[in-house]
C-alpha cells in the first residue's frame, strides 16, 4: 500500500527536510511540495492525496485555519516548531503532532501510525479489524463485538463469550468501526446495533448485558435502532 503524501511548509529548509525523509520511506509516495496552505488549497482540488505533512505558522492562511475550513482533507500530521498548538490540533483528528526540529526516527513514526490508520481502514471493507493487546494482535469481526466500553486510558471490548482489553480511545474506535452499524449511545459506550435486543428505559439489553443510553442521546440512537421497525 502507497500513500500519497504532501508536504506543505512555508520554510524552504523544513520542505527540503520533510521531502528528504518522505523519499526514504518506501510506503510513501510524494506528490507534490506547497509553500503555504493557499497553495495546498488550489492543489488538493486537482490532486489527490492521502496524508498531508502540514505546519501551522504559515502567512495569511494557518495549517489550523486550513484544517477548519477543509473537514474532510485528507488525514494530516502537523510540523511545527510551537507545542502550544498540541491540543488544538488533536481536536481537529490529526494522525500525528511532529515538532520542530523533527528527526527521522518521529518522522518515521508518524508516517508508520498513518499506515496503520490506512491499513485498518482497509480491513473495515473486510468486516473484521486488528487491535493489538499487551501480547499479541487480535482479529475481532464486527458483528460479533457486542459494544465497547470506555475504561479510563483502556477500552473493553465485549464479545459474546470474553472481553479484550486495549490501550486506545473510544473515538479512535468508532472511527475504525462502520458507523451504519455501531453508535455511541453514552459517553462511555459504543454499541452494535444489530446485537440490540430490547430497549427498556435508558437500557439497551445486548446479549446477558445492559448497556446505558445517555438522555441527550436516546432519541438520535432510538431512530437508528428503530429505523427498520413494523408500522
Known sequence: MKLK???????PMARKGLRGYA????????????EDAIQLNQLLRRQHADLLFLDINM???SGIEFMKMNPIAPKVVFTTAYEAY???GYELDILDYLLKPISFERFLKAANKAY??????????AGYLFVKTDTRLEKLVFNEILFVEALENYLSIQLPDRKIMIRSTLKT?????????FAQTHKSYLVNLDRIQAVEGNL?????FRVPVARQQKEQVLEKILKNKLH
Not at 503524501?5 to 520554510?11: A, G, L, S, V
Not at 439497551?204 to 446477558?208: A, E, P, S, Y
Open 86 to 88: 498540541a491540543l488544538e
Open 204 to 208: 439497551l439489553q445486548i446479549d446477558r
Open 5 to 11: 503524501c504532501i508536504i506543505t511548509d512555508d520554510e
Open 173 to 181: 474506535m468508532a472511527a475504525s468501526l462502520p458507523a451504519q452499524q
Open 23 to 34: 523519499e526514504k520511506v518506501d510506503f510513501l509516495e510524494l506528490v507534490a511540495v506547497c
Open 116 to 125: 496503520d490508520y490506512f491499513r485498518l481502514q482497509q480491513s473495515n471493507d
Open 59 to 61: 502567512p495569511l492562511l
